[in-house]
């Protein structure tokens, strides 16, 4: 028996061990498990009376089972098409969708949310002690201005970053009226601020607002550098009456209140000025548009 296989010594047992072996590697590949059965299937049917050619073919067919079960991986033809077709795997979208949802959490909106946490802060520290610690009244003001502050910045970081939300566009607006509608009530409420006053800054923030929603439909107000000096006088305006001031100090931050008033009693004008002209030009253009579509 020298020279001679142990499969074709063993005639149709060795065909059988073969066979056998082919349907265990076909049995790892779902798409060849039916290559890999046929191909047991004529090993045993060849077996009897077969000497080394039986064992030949049964070797063969097991080969032809793993063959066709390496050709045919469950899922990556798919995927292969699907990227030459240009559409995107369905791992790549759920990796998209979660770098969206992590896209919160950047520091512009990270700011908007220490504005917004500051705001209760503000208003325990300002009413603690009854509202007239000097110390207490700092410490306030030290939230106020830390607040004011990150106003500058969180959305001249989103837009210089491309960090803009949805998230962010909502909860920039509230932080920003939140701590300056939180300030001036507490002042009022302690009667350094008449509440005219608180009156009026609110009144022409919450007009301003509505304004915006009003004419939504057919732009966008721009923001003015009245409205950003408005802003900032304001701030100034309310950090010093939030500070307990004597003296010439004093005196200083009700002429520099004075100046909020007025800007924001201007600005607010223009703002009804402005919406009312985008809602004339919009109301034309979409006439325009229809006249031209029915002609």
Not at 18 to 32: F, H, I, L, R, V
Not at 44 to 53: I, K, T
Not at 86 to 99: F, H, L, Q, Y
């Amino acid at each position: 028996m020298t020279g001679v296989p142990a499969s074709a010594a063993g005639g149709a047992s060795g065909a059988r061990r073969a066979a056998a072996g082919a349907a265990a590697a076909a049995s790892t590949a779902a798409p060849g498990k039916v290559a890999g059965t046929a191909a047991a299937r004529s090993a045993d049917g060849g077996a009897p009376g077969a000497g080394p050619d039986a064992s030949s073919d049964g070797r063969h067919a097991g080969t032809g089972g793993a063959a066709a079960a390496d050709e045919a991986v469950p899922g990556e033809d798919a995927g292969l098409d699907a990227q030459d077709d240009g559409k995107t795997p369905r791992g790549a979208k759920i990796a998209a969708a979660a770098v969206n949802q992590a896209s919160v959490w950047n520091i512009a909106n990270l700011l908007t949310m220490l504005r917004l946490v500051l705001v209760p802060a503000f208003v325990a520290l300002m009413l603690a002690d009854g509202g007239y610690d000097p110390a207490w009244r700092s410490l306030a003001w030290a939230a106020f201005a830390i607040a004011m502050i990150t106003d500058l910045f969180d959305g001249h970081l989103a837009r210089t970053y491309n960090l803009v939300t949805d998230f962010g566009k909502i909860a920039d607006p509230i932080a920003d009226k939140a701590i300056m509608g939180a300030a001036l009530i507490c002042l009022s409420a302690l009667g350094d601020l008449p509440w005219w006053v608180t009156g009026i800054i609110l009144g022409r923030e919450l007009g301003v607002t509505l304004l915006r929603f009003w004419v939504i439909r057919y732009g966008v107000i721009p923001a003015s550098r009245g409205g950003k000096l408005k802003t900032l006088t304001q701030g100034v305006a309310v950090g010093m009456y939030v500070l307990a001031l004597t003296g010439w100090l004093a005196t200083l931050r009700w002429w520099v209140m004075a100046a909020a008033v007025v800007l924001t009693v201007v600005t607010g004008l223009d703002y009804v000025k402005q919406a009312i002209v985008l809602r004339r030009q919009g109301i034309a253009e979409r006439k325009a548009a229809l006249e031209e579509k029915e002609a």
